[in-house]
C-alpha cells in the first residue's frame, strides 16, 4: 500500500516561512488521476484542506490560504512539498499529505495518509 | 467558506449503532455525491471509511455505512465496538472556491 511520510521542523517563529515535506513510498506520485494534497488539523478544531498538486505540477489552493501558499513537486524523487509564509500562531497544527483521487477514481476522497508532523509557530 | 457542520460528539454502547451527521449546503454536500468520512485515531494516520457518499474501501467493515438526504450526510456505525472509539471527519466537495470542506470532526464515545 502507498505510504506517505511529513518531515520537516516542528518549531517555526512567528512570520517566517513554514516547509514541509511528503515523500511518498510503495507507489508513484506520477501514478494515475491521483493528486496530493496537504491538509492541516489545529488543535481542538476541525481539518482543513490547505491545496493539492498533481504529478504535472497544476496546483489548486484553498482561497483563504492561496496568497501564502505554494505546493511544489519532485516527482524524481517522489516527494512533494509544502511552503506557508509570513506564519502566526494560528497556523500552529498537525499538517497531514494525502493522496487525493478525482471523480472518475475516488469522487475527491483521500485514500491515504500521512500520520502528521505537529508544526508550533512560536518565538 | 464555513466548514460542514458536524455534532461535537457521539455515543453509543458496544453493539448498538450510531449516527453522526455532516450538513452542509446545496453547494456542497446537497449538490454533488462527493461526500468521504475519516476516522481518526490519535497519533496514527486518518483511514477513510467512506467514499462518494455510500461507497467502502476494501477492507472497511461493512458495519460503516454512509447516506445523503438533501444537504446532510450521515455516517452510521452499527454493531459498536470499542476500536470504533475515534474522531470522525466528513469531507465534501464544493463548487464555491474552497474545493474540499471539511467538517469540524465528531468525537465518538463507546461507553
Known amino acids: 500500500q502507498v505510504q506517505l511520510q511529513e518531515s520537516g521542523p516542528g518549531l517555526v517563529n512567528p512570520s517566517q516561512t513554514l516547509s514541509l515535506t511528503c515523500t511518498v513510498s510503495?507507489?508513484?506520485?506520477?501514478?494515475?488521476?491521483?493528486?496530493w494534497s496537504w491538509i492541516r488539523q489545529p488543535a481542538g478544531k476541525g481539518l482543513e484542506w490547505i491545496g493539492r498538486i498533481y504529478a504535472s505540477g497544476s496546483t489548486n489552493y484553498n482561497p483563504s490560504l492561496r496568497s501564502r501558499v505554494t505546493i511544489s513537486v519532485d516527482t524524481s524523487n517522489n516527494q512533494f512539498f509544502l511552503k506557508l509564509t509570513s506564519v502566526t500562531a494560528a497556523d500552529t497544527a498537525v499538517y497531514y499529505c494525502?493522496?487525493?483521487?478525482?471523480?472518475?477514481?475516488?469522487?475527491?476522497?483521500?485514500?491515504?495518509w500521512g500520520q502528521g508532523t505537529m508544526v508550533t509557530v512560536s518565538s | 467558506q464555513s466548514a460542514l457542520t458536524q455534532p461535537p460528539s457521539a455515543s453509543g454502547s458496544p453493539g448498538q449503532s450510531v449516527t453522526i451527521s455532516c450538513t452542509g449546503t446545496s453547494s456542497d454536500v446537497g449538490g454533488y455525491d462527493y461526500v468521504s468520512w475519516y476516522q481518526l485515531h490519535p497519533g496514527k494516520a486518518p483511514k477513510l471509511i467512506i467514499y462518494e457518499v455510500i461507497k467502502r474501501p476494501s477492507g472497511v467493515p461493512d458495519r460503516f455505512s454512509g447516506s445523503k438526504s438533501g444537504n446532510t450526510a450521515s455516517l452510521t456505525v452499527s454493531g459498536l465496538q470499542a476500536e470504533d472509539e475515534a474522531d470522525y471527519f466528513c469531507c465534501s466537495y464544493t463548487n464555491s472556491g474552497n474545493l474540499l470542506i471539511f467538517g469540524g470532526g465528531a468525537k465518538l464515545t463507546v461507553l
Open positions: 494525502a493522496r487525493g483521487g478525482g471523480w472518475a477514481l475516488l469522487g475527491d476522497a483521500f485514500d491515504f
Open positions: 510503495r507507489g508513484s506520485i506520477n501514478s494515475g488521476n491521483y493528486y
